[in-house]
């Protein structure tokens, strides 16, 4: 199943007359991590949740190489920006995931905690864990049944140092084992680090949209600029 390139094709989406997002067009064959940038109410998380298909809209507008967003919709999923768990234990939660998927592989949701180190929590009630922790077993949840699209809602935000570095890695591995990424990221340093690709958002629309690389030696507009300097 080959989900490149991802054709975005007229997008707008308004809410009670609002718009959040303007006429997006978006074509990326970028296989490596690709960042969505832009400030607060942009519609970074708005975009994200077309894609992963929470928001509908008319079929005919994104297309994952030949696919819909329902053809791909068993091979994807999302770690939303504030992530919800079932009050139960980091075990029960990610077992609950492994079964809805119909996983029968025996230890497989083990090996899944083992994968991300969270083996100290495995048997704690996720109401009790840490910030820090929650976006972990989120990672774990969405890694089940190895999807093919992973969308990661600022993954790393408000995690100190050590937890960060872990987490890029974890995105990082996955994305050498081809799975896209798509997140979105306010760090500046953390989209020259792991990021290949970048869209940059501004009020609903796609002001720039090319490789980190160049993104990083170009000139830009001020409100860029901005962003880089105090991201
Ligand atoms: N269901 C909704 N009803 C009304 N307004 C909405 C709705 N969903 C999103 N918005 C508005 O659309 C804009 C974009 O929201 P979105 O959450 O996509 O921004 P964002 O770029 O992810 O911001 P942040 O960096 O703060 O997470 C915001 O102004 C938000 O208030
Ligand atoms: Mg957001």
Not at 25 to 54: F, M, R
Not at 220 to 231: A, E, P, Q, T, W
Request: proline fraction near 3%; glycine fraction near 6%; include cysteine.
């Amino acid at each position: 199943m080959n989900i490149l390139p991802l054709k975005i094709h007229n997008l707008s989406y308004s809410v009670n007359g609002n718009n959040i997002l303007n006429n997006i067009n978006i074509l990326s064959d970028e296989k490596k991590i690709t960042i969505i940038a832009g400030n607060n109410g942009s519609g970074k998380s708005t975009l994200l949740k077309i894609l992963h298909g929470l928001i509908e809209i008319p079929d005919n507008i994104i297309k994952w190489g030949d696919y819909s967003i329902k053809n791909v919709k068993d091979n994807q999923t999302m770690v939303f920006q504030t992530p919800i768990l079932l009050n139960r234990t980091t075990y029960e939660n990610l077992n609950y995931v492994a079964n809805k998927k119909n996983i029968t592989e025996k230890n497989y949701v083990q090996k899944i905690i083992e994968k991300l180190n969270i083996k100290d929590i495995a048997n704690v009630n996720t109401r009790y864990i840490s910030g820090g922790e929650r976006q972990k077993v989120s990672i774990a949840m969405a890694i089940i049944g190895d999807p093919k699209i992973i969308f990661l809602d600022e993954p790393t935000s408000q995690l100190d140092p050590v937890y960060k570095n872990e987490i890029e890695n974890i995105i990082k591995n996955l994305s050498d084992l081809n799975v896209k990424i798509f997140m979105t990221s306010h760090d500046v340093s953390q989209i020259n680090r792991i990021g290949k690709e970048i869209i940059f958002l501004d009020n609903g629309n796609v002001i720039y949209q090319n490789s980190v690389t160049k993104f990083f030696n170009e000139k830009h507009c001020s409100l860029i600029n901005n962003y880089m300097n105090y991201g």
